[in-house]
């Protein structure tokens, strides 16, 4: 089969991947089935949300990636319904929905994975689901990449997706990859949506731990509003079909790029947000004390609504360093806002505030605290807090 | 000396206090200079943040109480700044200020306790505070209690009293107290300020363990927005007046009702409050789960919108619950909100969203969450989740 011609935004960037998003009435009026194909049966692994109450559909995936033995060749996702907390009724739609598509791809249905993302507590409407599964799979395409990173969204205001082209000794491999925000959503239990492909030559058994370091240094470092959902998922397909083995180390540097550049997009286009906010904490004892301090502070909501307000009001970021579960010492912490001190050791602040609300005022504001302890560093991502939130999730399901 | 006619209110209902509230002019047009004051030196015991940055008052005021073993007769309170990250000048300010006032009082240093609310990071304008004192002295009476009450708010809408009358053997004795919130409040790491007096017969060396008993049964299960003051403290004056000894255990309970009150009334008038929220776990294996459980769920965003948009959206629930690092049975879950059940084990949930959604409009919600799983049961407080919050929040310096 002749290759056409590349996509250049995300998952169907790779050679081999195809995609289509469809709307099966899940929703109303918006699509809501994404379908992820590769030509080839590939390499595969996933993390998944350590929440305790797991949507039928983690159980499932988890279940036939085990069976597989890192083994997959479609990814079928829904947003609308979230499946989770729809007991032994859920767990049936969940596995109906995947042996539907692998009936239709004629694949073993533990080569299936399926993602779910909406509202808890519903039942899915699976025969849906299902009578749309035809249609999906005949709109499968190249071009269908941007399609299914729009039919996997929620609150989130566009779609996100993500392209790194890496050269290997043996020739050239792509990674694609496309994420859906934007509530519910924080650190250390997977975080969200997000579906990656790459036509580079990897085996299984290496793929799970790549992915899950990876994923600690993007996923892992991100927060929106503290609150981590049932349904939390990155899935990685290898497919091979460029013929091209990747290095791990080379693979896995440029993953890691790949997904903090999918985070980073989701902290931008969190519920309501109108900054993306970076937390850069350098000077700690160690990386364990800064990610702890970073994680506290992109956590804080006095910090996230001063940063929405364009106050710089240090004085919180301080209080929120301080409450981190690490030993500190105030007087030696520096704060810059986005390259303006604003505190300095000692407690010496000498700034003009109107300096530091124009800065405060950009599209990203990048918070730099130096706990002047040590060599210890970590970055976290989040996004301001404003009325929007609050409008977006009194009225969630109505 | 005769002693007046009762306060029924607050801090001044027991006898031999006596309190007043002015305006020292730290803030522009609103009292913020609180003082109290017992007649006779005082049996007292404190609570403190847990921040790692500490103001300078609670440094002080921890000190004051070693050395002088736990007794006391008067705290000086101010809002509008709280002497925070404000190095040696701010110790200065903090000393400065205690040795004013017991120059005034004719007290050792050590016997005056000092505490501070409001911005972080800005010096305490201590002569205003200092040439204030005398005013402040001589307003002292048993009205000034609500005055003095007044004086320590900040974004509170309004002042906050609780009184117990404890019978005992020996006859009769008062609990009385007053606190300030509303934001920056978060468990376990003392959180807001609050002053408690009692006329009761109390040895300092009981009083430290009572008070942190009955702070961990209320403050420590209060939760507003996440965020722990570098201020808080909890402070208690036990000066024997009514010559009745309170047993231990009595005074515990009563001291225990007392604060859950006041908690109580801080989570009502969080930031933007328009709901106080009770989150009710049973069922959980022990106490310390069921209190892990009830946290999360208190501090959820989504929840806390969620009742504020009178949505019966318990898939929060059951998701925040599933994120407190308690090993859970989601298929046990029930949970009711205002005596409505909303999910029954299995995931059956069949209920009127509009008659859920009434109850949830309710001034008061209480979310009962039974896990199925064992005897352990605890109560936490909180707040809906509005814009209010965030418009006092973005623009609190300015």
Known sequence: MSEPARSDTGVTAPKGFLASGIHCGIRRDRADLALLVSRHEASAAAVFTRNEVLAAPVVLSRAALEASGGRAQAILVNAGNANACTGEQGDRAARRSAEALAGLLDLPPDRVLV????????????????DGLPRAVAALSVEGGADAAEAILTTDTHRKESVRRVEAPGGSYTIGGMVKGSGMIHPDLATTLAFVTTDAVLPAVVLSAILRRAADRSFNRLTVD???????????????AAGVAASADGFERALTELLVELARAVARDGEGATRLITVQVTGAAGEPEALAVARTIAGSLLVKTAVHGA???????????????????????????NGLTVLSPGFLSDYSEAEASRRLGLDEVVLEVDLGAGDGEATTWTCDLTRGYIDINANYRT
Not at 120 to 126: A, M, T
Not at 226 to 240: K, V
Request: positive net charge; without cysteine; glycine residues 14%.
């Open 226 to 240: 503290g609150d981590t959902s049932t349904n939390d998922m990155i899935g990685l397909l290898a497919n091979g």
């Open 311 to 337: 106050d710089a009001n240090w004085g919180r970021i301080a209080a929120a360093a301080g409450r981190a579960g690490v030993a500190l010492r105030p007087a030696a912490m520096t704060v810059k806002m």
């Open 115 to 130: 993602a779910s993302t909406g509202v808890i507590g519903q039942q899915l409407p699976v025969e849906r689901l299902i």
